[in-house]
Nanobody, 122 residues
Framework: QVQLVESGGGLVQAGGSLRLSCAVSEGVLGVYAMGWFRQAPGKEREWVGTWYFSKSYSESVRGRFTISRDDMKNTMYLQMNSLKPEDTAIYYC??????????????????WGQGTQVTVSA
């Protein structure tokens, strides 16, 4: 069973930075497709970025957010810079052992963390 646990969310002013962490079960990083998603109140879950052989990002966060990982710590990170109020959401990390044909779709992922709240004030 793959387990994912996010942390690092909080309240930050616009223009600030946060780094989210996703602690994963051993043996997942580098093998499974890993994704970050977010969901704002009243909105559908939105793709943020994926690390599947290479890294890709949504247009709304490209250039501001960066995915990285520490294999020794079994942890994936989402570094978020130049935060905007519209980045406010619950952020989730996700994993999939399947071959990815649609890595931007939440349906492509089988395992999810519990989410961590990010709030950006104006």
């Amino acid at each position: 069973q793959v387990q994912l646990v996010e942390s690092g969310g909080g309240l930050v002013q616009a223009g600030g930075s946060l780094r989210l962490s996703c602690a994963v079960s051993e043996g997942v990083l580098g093998v499974y497709a890993m994704g970050w998603f977010r969901q704002a109140p009243g909105k559908e879950r939105e793709w943020v970025g994926t690390w599947y052989f290479s890294k890709s990002y949504s247009e709304s966060v490209r250039g501001r957010f960066t995915i990285s990982r520490d294999d020794m710590k079994n942890t994936m990170y989402l570094q978020m810079n130049s935060l905007k109020p519209e980045d406010t959401a619950i952020y989730y990390c996700a994993a999939s052992g399947r071959v990815q044909t649609a890595p931007m779709s939440p349906q492509s992922y089988d395992y999810w963390g519990q989410g961590t709240q990010v709030t950006v004030s104006a």
